[in-house]
Structure formats: structure tokens, C-alpha cells
């Protein structure tokens, strides 16, 4: 047997899997093996199982080592293809060199950088336009890293000249302007930088309240229409919309041009309770300023090369989903008539915006469905990020193609995740709970199968992190090693107190109605 063969197949084989004693006992789980087969020539496979037996009444058997690979092809003809005939018992196995891994897994096509494939040296890159066209949600838990890995991508699509408009719900990405001032930038063979000359942070509040923005952001506020205002605010009250229909209408007939104003005018003017309602939160809402007779042109959002941050600091949670749903709906108009290029929507704690049902609805929701379902038709990505997967509509994430999953432990996010990813194994779920921080699986249309890469370094400052309560020494880090932990797919541990989450944790409030912006100030209305 050559030096560089780990070990021979032996017992039944199959298409997809066979079994091999291994000679070498450094081969762990996750390896990637190769096997040369008589039709079609290298085929790549995967360690998925290993056991050691241990016979006590055969000590020939004392230290032999099994292992279970799942087959994973080769290519030919730039199509992955599984063996037509099986392999055969003493067939010899060797480790894969990343060349072959890199090819048959389709690792090299793209041209975003997202880090290295776990345990190897081999870059792994996603394509643009795959990512733009086809949706991507990045799920974990909190402090997995999920805004890290965002950032990264964010880094990416700017270089690659992609428009970009971030929903930062708490502010984390204002720090892309700066470059990063520690990472393993060597391993990772990249350089620190900023994209400063590329940014611009809108704020929504004021700049007193944001003061770190460059510039505020305003909606349109001149001819709202009956239906947009209605849909805007959540109303659901019949006698409301009543209000706001008779309203506007009167509005038509005296004028062409209107605001927010003329409507609080008329409204102040009409008979019944039920505009009492009506008055107070449209007061409210000229009291944002967000309606403006001057508005932040879409254009000017949207440009090559160029992202538009709209952090929401010092917006209360009602008024950041009006917010979404609106600057949606403006973005998805203009890519359907083509006055703004293709570009990259990228949502933060994207359950604020599109929750199951269950857990309520947002005005954000629907617009939300609609750009996942339909935007790729009109060159408009969506990037939903979210540390609480099971609370995300189900629509929005089944339509995401690239699916990038840090560690999840709960019951039902996991269970969300396994629902809107295609083709994940058990072995594949079992592993989701056990990364450690800035390490993903990625199931992606792109790429043959789900892999386990680390998240390369950020370029530019990482704006994500946990606030210290007390100052502590910092834990000093051990060597790198070959970046070694748990093995890929290994059992899991029973008695696991995270594991034990109670699957009732997250289950919807069945029947508890979901309070409007109206409700929640003014009471229902209702008359």
C-alpha cells in the first residue's frame, strides 16, 4: 500500500457510501477522501462516521479504526456526477488535495471572498450575481457572530461595485467606514481596510439623536393616498379608513398638491369619534418629520459601488417597520420600471420586519414576501439577517438560495432552519449546534453540498460587539494549530442543558392579536 493511502474500503459498498478501515489515525471526521474509480477516474468523498473498536477478545482488532464516507462525485464536463458502479472492497483511499476538493465542490467560481474551508487551506467563494439574484439569510444565534459575517459579505459586494441599502436596526455597521485594527489578516491573506468614501448613514430620527449620521432620511410626504396611509399606519378599523377616505377625497377637490398638513387639517374638520383616533396618530407622525415635502431620492440611495446605511437608533419599533415597508416598496417600484441599477437589500433582525404568523404582523411583512418571492425577476437581492430564525416568515426564508447558519441551539430555530434548507442531513443539524463563534455551514444552490467554513476576518471595524460590564484580563489565546476542535458531524452529547431547551419556548401565542400602531396609542377606535 502507497504511504499516502489512508486505508481500504471494505464490506458491502454502495453508490452514495462504503465503509474503509483506516491506517492512519489522524483521519478524522469531516476529511475529505478521494478514490480512484475505473469509469470515472478521482472521485471525491467525505468522512461522516469514524469508531474505534476496541475487542477485548481479539487484540488483532485492538486498535482498528472505522470509518464510514459519503460519496460526493466527480466532475466531468462541469457537472457533478455520482459513480455508475459501485467501488470495491480493497479499493485504496487517499486524503483529497485541495485542487480536486476546491473543483468538485465548486469553490473557485465566485468572486466573494467569505474564508476558508474548515481544516483546509482552500478559499471558498460565492458568486455576486448568485447572491444578488437569489436571496441569502444569515441565521444564529446572538453572539455566534451573524453580524460579523454580514459585514463580510457587505465588504464584498462593495468591492464587487454592488448598491447596497442596510436596515442597521441597532446601529452595528456605521463602523465599515473605518478599517479594522486587529484580525488574523495574515491567515486569511487580506489587508485591513475602510469604506468610508463608499458610505452613507441616514437617519430616520434627527441628529441630535444620531449624531454619528451623515445626513437624515425622509419619506415622501406629498399626495399620500388613502390606501398608502391606511396600510402604512395598520389601520383596521372601518370607521378610521372612513376618515382618512373622506378626508383626502375632499383634499382632490380643491387642490393638486398636498401634505401630511392638509390631511391632519380636513381630518380636525370631521364629524364623529372616530376621528379622534385618526387625529393623534397622524399628529404623531408629523411630530417624526419623516413625511417630508422634500424626501430622500431613491437614486441617491441607490448607486454603484455604494452603500446607503438607514440606522434606526432613536426609532421606536412601530416607526422602523412603517419605515421598511415604505422605503420597500419605493426600491421595488423603481427596479420594476428600471430608474435604479440591480442591488442588495439588506434587512437586520429581520423577524422585527417579517414575523410568522403567530407572532404577529407588521406592515413591513407583505412587501417583504413580495421581494423575496419575485424580486430576482428584477434584479433585486435581499440579504435577511436574524438570531431567531423560527420567528422569520417562512416564505421569506424558503426563498433564500444561499442559506449561511452559524450555531443554533434552540429547538425551534432549528427546526425553522431544517423547514427552509433543502437537502440538510441530520448529521448536518447535529453539527449547526455545536460551532463555535465565526464558523458557518453554508448551503448554497451554488455550492454541491453543505460545507463548514470560517468566516474569514473583517477588513474594516467590527461594530457588532457585546458592551462590557466589568472589565476583565483577556483570556489568552492558544495556539492556532491547524484551527482543530469537535469533529465535523460528531454524536452529540447527552445531558447537554442547551440542548434541553423546552421546544414550547417559542411556540405563537395562539388567538393574541397583534396590536396596531393605532391600538397601541390610541386605543382601537373602534365604533
Known sequence: MP??????????????????????????????????????????????????????????????????????????NRILRMPKTPFSPGDRIFHADPELIASTLGLT????????????????????????????????????????????????????????????????????????????????????????????????????????????????????????????????????????????????????????????????????????????VLESIRETEIFSENPTPIQELVVPGRGSIIDMKGVVPDMQAMIVARLCEEIFEARKINTIPPMMLIIEEAHNYCPEKGFGKTVSTDIM???????????????????????????????????????????????AIRKGLEGISVEAEAEIKRLPPGVALIVSGDIERPIVVEIRARKSRHGGKSASVIEREPLREEPRAGREREPLFAPEKKGDAEEQVSATEEKPLEGKKTSSLFEKVFGSGKT
Open 109 to 280: 467560481r465566485g468572486n466573494v471572498y467569505l474564508g476558508l474551508l474548515e481544516g483546509q487551506r482552500i478559499p471558498v467563494h460565492l458568486d455576486a450575481n448568485a447572491l444578488v439574484q437569489k436571496h441569502v439569510s444569515i441565521l444564529a444565534r446572538t453572539g455566534s457572530g451573524k453580524s460579523y459575517a454580514a459585514g463580510v459579505i457587505m465588504e464584498e459586494l462593495l468591492e464587487q461595485d454592488i448598491p447596497l441599502v442596510i436596515i442597521d436596526t441597532h446601529g452595528e455597521y456605521t463602523s465599515l467606514r473605518d478599517p479594522a485594527v486587529e484580525g488574523d489578516f495574515e491567515y486569511f491573506e487580506i489587508e485591513p481596510a475602510g469604506y468610508a468614501e463608499r458610505l452613507t448613514v441616514y437617519t430616520p430620527a434627527d441628529r441630535v439623536l444620531n449624531p454619528g449620521a451623515d445626513t437624515v432620511f425622509r419619506l415622501n410626504g406629498v399626495n399620500l393616498k388613502a390606501a398608502d396611509l391606511s396600510r402604512i399606519l395598520n389601520i383596521q378599523s372601518s370607521s378610521q379608513m372612513g376618515v382618512i377616505y373622506e378626508a383626502i377625497q375632499k383634499i382632490h377637490a380643491e387642490k393638486n398638491r398636498y401634505t401630511i398638513d392638509d390631511i391632519i387639517f380636513e381630518v380636525g374638520n370631521s364629524n364623529g369619534n372616530a376621528k379622534w383616533g385618526v387625529l393623534g
Open 3 to 76: 504511504v499516502d493511502s489512508i486505508g481500504t474500503i471494505f464490506g458491502e459498498t454502495g453508490f452514495a457510501d462504503f465503509r474503509l478501515t483506516v491506517s492512519d489515525h489522524s483521519t478524522k471526521q469531516g476529511d475529505y477522501l478521494k478514490i480512484w474509480h475505473e469509469i470515472d477516474g478521482w472521485v471525491l468523498a467525505q468522512v461522516v462516521a469514524i469508531t474505534k473498536l476496541d475487542d477485548e477478545r481479539d487484540d488483532s482488532n485492538a486498535d482498528r479504526v472505522v470509518a464510514k464516507a459519503m460519496v460526493i462525485g466527480s466532475r466531468q
Open 369 to 415: 414576501r413580495t421581494i423575496a418571492s419575485e424580486g430576482r425577476k428584477f434584479g433585486l437581492g435581499m440579504m435577511v439577517i436574524s438570531q431567531r430564525p423560527a420567528r422569520i416568515d417562512k416564505n421569506v426564508l424558503s426563498q433564500c438560495n444561499t442559506q449561511i447558519v452559524l450555531k443554533v441551539t434552540n429547538p425551534n430555530d432549528l427546526q
